[in-house]
Structure formats: structure tokens, C-alpha cells
């Protein structure tokens, strides 16, 4: 292998594939492309041929141009630069912000097919309150993460490598975090670069560990506290988002306020505080979180429900103990928020024993969505709603939220 490496190839590109690619044939192998669209052909470079089964390429020229291209919304990023050369993290810029609902669409609805077991005609919904700005879909993302080389330049990696772009603008992030984000200045020493700019209070720009500091997002009407590094949705509407969602999704007639319900990768209580929002301030909720300043400040965001409690644990392990101690969770609804890598296995095990009698799942991935909807349909219990958001645009990501009940 490496013989085809560098060579260049026309391809009819035909489909899109999990993880921001396009799926196209040479010579009946199967071509992993970026920066294509479906139904387009184009002259590509082979930039990986290790695996016998199929190769990954880069887009170098669109010879046969699909009726969805448009210019790219971050010129870094841009078909115009060598591959080596482009910006990492706008991978659909190309594409009409609506063409891009419909392509995560299909990821989506494909994934839940094939790996679920399950057909559905979820639409991917845009995000109401974005930005009017001069391209639609940027203007949303309150926290950039840039790299640093080692001369001390800053910027995002190039795509799907560690190889850091100087940029001369961020056209995706908020216009907080573009006034502020120190694309011409040096870090030597440091690593990365962090630009934040919470709902509440002045924008930040980090590098280094430095010291703890505590900022304010607001949601609606609510303040939630947490770390300045801490996690928190990044588009700048996500939040009031997942909360209405999380909302929509719990079945009412199926919700018991008193029973133990959980609010698992909770992070610093915002979907619990969805949940006791809801149904009042004497619901029971525990929020499970393994990183403990976030727990620390999601006791302090659930303070006004006092049947809410926050815990620092691993999920699967705290589970576990339940199942140990013959936990009752018949009349429980449980919100998980796993990572982009899902709920897995041994939490989808643990959770069907205890037999919640509904589930609100929160996913970013949708392979990961489509596995577990399929463990947790082996363990009786059935997808019986789904929504999903564009809460990346102009990237391949999308953010569902998925109801199971217990059959």
C-alpha cells in the first residue's frame, strides 16, 4: 500500500457518508471523498489507500458541478487551496445550508435504518434566532478552540490532521468571538487557545491551564453557572434548544415526579433543570456527572428543586450500584447526554434492568444514536419519537433527540 498516494482520479460521487465524506467508485472500489457533493463529478487526490477495502481522497476540482455548490462560507477551507492547505471544521461550507439538512437527513435516517432497525421520516430543523449575517449559518459558535504550532501560530488543524492553519477569520463564530480571537498573535509554549463568549458577561481568551473561573450562561429566563473551560453547547441557541426538546420529548402520562429520575452525563444540570422546569419545583431528579466541578456547580443550578441532587460519578458505575442495591426505577424517566461515542453496551444493560419507563436520549452522533436505539430495542424498549437540529451548520455534525419508551 502507499503506491497510490498522491495519484488523482475522476470520480462520480454518489452518496454521503457518516463523518462529513461523500462515497464514490474507482475501478469497483469504494472512494471516501471530501469537499464533494452527490451527484457531482470530480478530479480528486488519494490521500490514504492502507486499507484494502476502500480509499479516502480529496476533492481538487469539480469538473461536473452539482446544482447545491456554492462558494465556501470560510475561504481557508476552500477547494481553491491545496488539500494540505485547508482549514479543518466547515466540511459542508460548500453546500447549500438547506442541502445540508437534507444530506445529514439522510445520514441520519440511514443510520437509524440499517444499524436501528428502525424507519423514520425525521427532518433536520434549522435553528430558530441564527444570526442574520452576510452568509447564512455562521455567526453561532460561542467557543473556538485553536491550536498552537510550534513557532507559536495559531488556528485550527487542517482537515483530518494535526497540522495547524494560520487563518485570517473565523466566519463561523460569534461576533464576540471574532472581535477577540487572536488569529495574528503568537503563544509560544502553549498548546491551545481557547475563545469564549458566554451569553452573560465579557469574552475570554485563554491559553494554558490557568486558574479556575466561574461564568454565567443564561437559558430563558435561567442562570446556570459553570467553569470558564467547562462544557456547554456551543451554538449560541443550542441550549434553549436541547431544553425545549428534552421538554417536548418526555411523555407526561408516563412521568412520575416522585420517582427516581436521572439526568445521566449531566454536566452542570442544564436538561435536569429542563426536566424540574417542566413538572415543578417538587421533582425528584439526580443529575450524574464524572467531572466534579461541573457536579459542584450543577448543585447549585438545581438548588430551587429540592427533591434535585447532583452526583460525581461514572455513569456505567453508578448504575451498576443501582442494579447492586435492587433500585426500584419502574415509574423513572431517564435523560442521558452521552459523549459523541454514545451510551454503549454496559449503560444500556444497566439502565434496562433498572426498566425505566421512558428515556430521553440527547445525541450528537447518529451512528452511535442508531447502535443504542438497537441495544435498548433488544432489551424492549422502542423509539417512539425523534427530532433532530442543525445546531452545526456548514459542519457534518447534527444533534438529535430521541423518546423510548419501555413496550
Known amino acids: 500500500m502507499g503506491e497510490n498516494l498522491g495519484s488523482r482520479i475522476e470520480l462520480e460521487v454518489s452518496n454521503v457518508a457518516h463523518g462529513g465524506v461523500m462515497v464514490a467508485r474507482h475501478e469497483g472500489r469504494v472512494v471516501f471523498v471530501a469537499d464533494a457533493i452527490p451527484g457531482e463529478r470530480v478530479l480528486a487526490e488519494i490521500t490514504d489507500d492502507s486499507k484494502a477495502k476502500f480509499w479516502r481522497a480529496d476533492t481538487v476540482q469539480v469538473l461536473e458541478s452539482s446544482e447545491h455548490r456554492r462558494p465556501h462560507v470560510w475561504s481557508a477551507a476552500s477547494i481553491d487551496r491545496a488539500p494540505a492547505d485547508r482549514a479543518g471544521g466547515a466540511e459542508f461550507g460548500h453546500i447549500d445550508l438547506e442541502h445540508q439538512r437534507e444530506l445529514k437527513r439522510h445520514v441520519l435516517t440511514d443510520s437509524l435504518k440499517r444499524m436501528g432497525r428502525v424507519e423514520t421520516d425525521v427532518t433536520v430543523e434549522s435553528i430558530e434566532g441564527e444570526p442574520t449575517t452576510e452568509a447564512p449559518g455562521t455567526g453561532w459558535r460561542t467557543r473556538l478552540h485553536l491550536h498552537v504550532a510550534d513557532d507559536g501560530t495559531v488556528g485550527p488543524y487542517a482537515a483530518r490532521s494535526h497540522r495547524v492553519i494560520p487563518v485570517d477569520d473565523v466566519p463561523l463564530a460569534t461576533e464576540q468571538v471574532r472581535a477577540i480571537a487572536p488569529l495574528d498573535e503568537r503563544f509560544p509554549g502553549a498548546t491551545s487557545v481557547d475563545v469564549i463568549a458566554p451569553s452573560v458577561g465579557n469574552p475570554w481568551v485563554l491559553s494554558g491551564a490557568g486558574k479556575r473561573t466561574t461564568i454565567t450562561e443564561r437559558v430563558g429566563d435561567r442562570d446556570f453557572r459553570l467553569d470558564v473551560r467547562g462544557f456547554w453547547q456551543v451554538h449560541r441557541n443550542a441550549a434553549q434548544t436541547l431544553t425545549e426538546a428534552v421538554q417536548w420529548a418526555i411523555d407526561p402520562e408516563r ?18 433543570a429542563a426536566v424540574g422546569d417542566r413538572f415543578g419545583p417538587a421533582t425528584r431528579i439526580t443529575t450524574v456527572e464524572s467531572d466534579s466541578t461541573a457536579t459542584d456547580h450543577a448543585s447549585g443550578n438545581l438548588v430551587e428543586w429540592v427533591g434535585a441532587r447532583a452526583i460525581t460519578a461514572r455513569v456505567d458505575r453508578y448504575l451498576s450500584q443501582l442494579v447492586k442495591e435492587g433500585a426500584r426505577m ?76 419501555r413496550d
Not at 442521558?336 to 440527547?362: E, I, K, M, N, W
Open 330 to 405: 419502574r415509574d423513572a424517566t431517564v435523560v442521558l447526554d452521552p459523549p459523541r461515542s454514545g451510551a454503549g453496551r454496559p449503560v444500556v444493560d444497566r439502565l434496562a434492568d433498572l426498566g425505566p419507563a421512558q428515556l430521553v436520549y440527547v445525541a450528537c452522533d447518529p451512528v452511535a444514536l442508531a447502535r443504542d436505539v438497537a441495544l435498548f430495542a433488544d432489551r424492549g424498549y422502542r423509539l417512539q419519537r425523534i427530532r433532530a437540529f442543525d445546531l452545526f451548520p456548514h459542519t457534518h455534525h447534527v444533534e438529535a433527540v430521541a423518546a423510548l419508551v
Open 255 to 272: 412521568f412520575d415526579a416522585r420517582a427516581t429520575n436521572l439526568d445521566l452525563y449531566g454536566g452542570v444540570g442544564l436538561l435536569a
